[in-house]
């Protein structure tokens, strides 16, 4: 559980510091169908690179930078 979600709980709201992202991240997608694809576009839009793994290489997926 979240340190957020725990003060939630207990009705305290205290800053525990900076929330983390992904932008400037490398994300691995294993998998690149409609799911993995759809994953890698949120993954991009957000600032990250995306790595696609897929059984068929030779075939391209939406979101997938490599």
């Known amino acids: ?14 800053d525990v510091g ?4 992904v932008r ?3 994300v691995l997608v294993v998998g690149t169908g409609d799911i993995g694809s759809h994953f890698a576009s949120i993954c991009k839009a957000m600032g990250a690179n995306t ?5 068929d290489p030779t075939r391209t997926a939406e979101g997938i930078d490599r």
């Open 1 to 14: 559980m979240s340190i957020y979600a725990r003060q939630q709980g207990e009705r305290r709201w205290h």
């Open 18 to 21: 900076r929330a983390l992202s």
């Open 24 to 26: 400037g991240s490398t």
């Open 51 to 55: 790595l696609g793994v897929r059984r």
